[in-house]
């Protein structure tokens, strides 16, 4: 064997080696970001996330478990270099993610989450008229017709939740629709009220 090729050799056997599955544990607690004090019943959440092409990664859940009462969570783990795994906060209702980290296998990591509190503001809409294609809502696209429902929206204290609602106008050639600002503060037990007459009157969507 020349010496370049067990030079290729010994270097094949070590990328090989080094991205072998090895164990890993990540701990520690999760706390508002406000308070300080540990936050129960929230998801903490290690995907393990591989580049397949360009920018993009696909991305699977290795483990996650909920925060006890004290808030602190243990997450065990295998993996290799070639796999970024990537810690976060799983959002929902009441919890906002603050931010997210990146995780080493092979050993022990100890991490302290921030997590905000999120707060609701209510929202009645009414839609009298829509004969576009498509409505757009909420990340949903809705089939025609008229429409009268009540949700909440989510954010953090004293901020504003932008509400985006928009229709094709295949005429026209563009989206028509509005963007409502809600103010989302904490005791607000109001409901805000939108009614909109007609979906294809609005002008288009900027």
Known sequence: MTWALMAAAMTFAACKKSDRDRPGVVEGEVVDVDTGLPV???????????LVG?????????????????????LTFRGGRSKNFRLELASNDSILPYTSYNIQPGQKTR???????????????????????????????????????????????????????????????YVRGVRKILPIIPGNSETTLIVIEDMLQLPKLQ
Not at 54 to 74: I, L, P, R, V
Not at 157 to 171: A, E, P
């Open 111 to 173: 991490i302290r989450m921030e997590a905000m509190r999120a707060f609701s503001a209510k929202v009645r809409l009414v839609i009298r008229k829509n004969e576009g294609p498509q409505l757009y809502f909420k990340n949903s696209i809705l089939l025609p017709g008229p429409l009268d429902t009540t949700f909440s929206v989510w954010g953090p204290k004293n901020s504003d939740y932008i509400l985006n609602l928009g229709v094709q106008d295949r005429t026209a050639g």
């Open 40 to 50: 129960a019943g929230v998801t903490v959440r290690l995907n393990a996330c591989q």
């Open 54 to 74: 360009g920018d993009a990664y696909h991305c699977e859940t290795a483990n996650e478990m909920k925060t006890g009462a004290d808030g602190k969570y243990s």
